[in-house]
């Protein structure tokens, strides 16, 4: 299969469409009847090129070409893939199927981004609907994986198969829904709390900052990483979701929302729900599905911290008290540089700390370093810092999740643009579990080459060195790899 795309409409979905399969290595041909067009794909191609690849470990294939025509049988021609991405009107839906269907490869897969239409409706009048599903994205289509296909009555099963395979290939979840129905899943659960959301709001119950801060503070974050359903499995204890379904049948006759058209919840609907549930969790004890939420919270609160945003600046503020209520540490010894629980998402296949952590770990303990000799955030915006310029970490002994660390550091020397580091990790029982070494230079920002430091810096780095001069030179200062062994 040649992987050639026609991306027909390139706003919003269809050029995010169009970064999706460029940057998978498909060569990509676009219509779009605004002028603008390819100013505004190469401006969101941009962003993509930036965010996409930080996804995978791996490095992404050559990107393909792009090229932009000026009809529709143009942009088609040779495309065995096509994502019709124009407005939401069915009248310029069905003009577009019309032209596409006229020139494209009769085996050419037809996916159409419409987030309400159905199939039925989309294929109209045309001659051959075999080809033609929803294929419906989620914004941005070039980093979020869900895609939702519906073939409806109308749509070749193998078509949908074919579709779903190139889908998966360029790094999407496609998810086939078997029935068709108006706004598809996804936006039908959308529709239903954005209804909601604007009563609370019109009522005055809430600003709408307060509604979105009920979402990403709480369940947001759980519907990110299990949904609705297992979420609510966990809800039911060691039950399960019998007894948490069944226990629903009254209150849905409560005005707990302005959707009051709800199905009955009868036995033969608390069966089917938890049949259902069953098969899609029950493999998994209710302790364990707790453990498995537990961890994807953790990864994704830690991720939203490096941001400070939402749940993340929750944290990073917590941490910042913390941080603050240490206090001035005592440099007459080794400086208490870390302190803190080996976190669930630092873990590696072997079960214990990712060797990574230990480097990370000892970073961290060299900018608390770099801070308290006065090269903080203040003074590196104005210019100067410390690069480090050599490392050495020995692995001494294993931790594990959650056990709870400590590094100390001694300052081996500390003059001019010089700063050694020897950092001692031990674990809370005193085992020494690493020793880190490291050779920092200071630098100035402009020019990015060793410089003096600020004279206040350097004092304390001198003072700091002098006192430690007293303690015992650190067993394994200056070892090679391998030396010793
Ligand atoms: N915006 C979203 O969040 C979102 C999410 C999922 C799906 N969708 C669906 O994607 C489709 C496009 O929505 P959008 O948000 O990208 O809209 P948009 O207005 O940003 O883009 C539509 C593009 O189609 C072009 N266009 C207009 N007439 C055309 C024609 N006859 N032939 C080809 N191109 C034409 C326009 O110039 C424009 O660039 C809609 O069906 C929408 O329901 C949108």
């Known amino acids: 299969m040649t992987k050639v795309a026609a991306i027909i409409g390139g706003g919003v979905i269809g050029g995010a469409w169009a970064a999706r399969f460029l940057l998978n290595g498909w060569d990509v041909r676009v219509f779009d009847p605004d002028p603008e067009a390819e100013r505004k794909i190469g401006e969101v191609l941009n962003n993509a090129r930036r965010a996409l690849p930080s996804l995978s470990d791996h490095t992404m294939p050559p990107e393909g070409a792009i090229s932009f025509h000026d009809t529709i049988a143009e942009a088609v021609a040779g495309a065995c893939y096509i994502q019709e991405s124009v407005p939401e009107r069915m ?33 109209g009048e045309q001659q051959d609907k075999s080809r033609i599903m929803v294929c419906h994205p989620f914004n941005p289509v070039y980093l979020l994986p869900l895609v939702e296909v519906v073939g409806g009555t109308t749509a070749a099963p193998e078509a949908v198969e074919t579709c779903m395979e190139i889908l998966t290939s360029i790094g999407m979840k496609p998810l086939k829904i078997e029935k068709e129905i108006l706004g598809h899943i996804a936006d039908r659960l959308l529709e239903s709390v954005w209804r909601e959301g604007l009563w609370l709001v019109n009522d005055g119950v809430c600003t709408t900052e ?250 304390k780095l001198v003072a700091i060195a002098k006192a430690h001069e007293a303690l015992p030179v650190p067993e394994g200062l200056g070892r090679f790899v391998g030396q010793g062994r």
């Open 91 to 123: 009248d310029i839906k069905h003009q577009t199927f019309t032209a596409i269907t006229a020139a494209c490869d009769k085996e050419a897969v037809i996916g159409s981004s419409t987030s309400s239409f159905t199939p039925t409706e989309l294929s």
């Open 210 to 459: 307060v509604l979105d801060d009920a979402i990403r503070y709480g369940f947001g974050l759980r519907w990110a990483q299990m949904g609705l359903f297992e979420t609510y499995r966990i809800a039911g204890g060691e039950a399960g979701m019998l007894h948490f379904i069944s226990q629903f049948g009254p209150t849905m006759e409560w005005p707990l929302s302005h959707l009051m058209d709800v199905p009955d919840l009868d036995d033969a609907l608390v069966k089917k729900i938890a049949d259902q549930s069953d098969a899609q969790s029950g493999m998994y004890s209710i302790r364990e599905l707790e453990r498995i939420r537990d961890t994807n919270l953790v990864s994704m609160m830690r991720a939203l911290k490096a941001q400070n945003w939402g749940a993340g600046a929750v944290l990073a503020n917590y941490d910042a008290e913390k941080k603050a209520a240490l206090g001035e540490p005592d440099l007459s010894g080794l400086v208490r540089t870390v302190s803190r629980t080996v976190p669930l998402d630092w873990l590696d296949y072997n079960g214990h700390m990712n060797e990574a952590r230990y480097l990370q770990a000892f970073g961290d303990a060299t900018d608390r370093m770099m801070e308290i000799v006065g090269c903080d955030a203040e003074y590196i915006a104005s210019g100067g810092s410390y690069f480090t310029a050599e490392t050495h970490i020995r692995h001494i002994d294993e931790v594990s999740a959650g056990a709870e660390i400590t590094v100390d550091t001694q300052v081996v020397l500390g003059a001019g643009k010089k700063m050694h580091l020897f950092h001692f990790m031990r674990a809370s029982d005193g085992r020494l579990l690493a020793t880190g070494e490291h050779m920092l230079i200071h630098v100035s920002l402009e020019t990015r080459k060793a410089a003096p430091p600020a004279p206040h810096i350097e004092e």
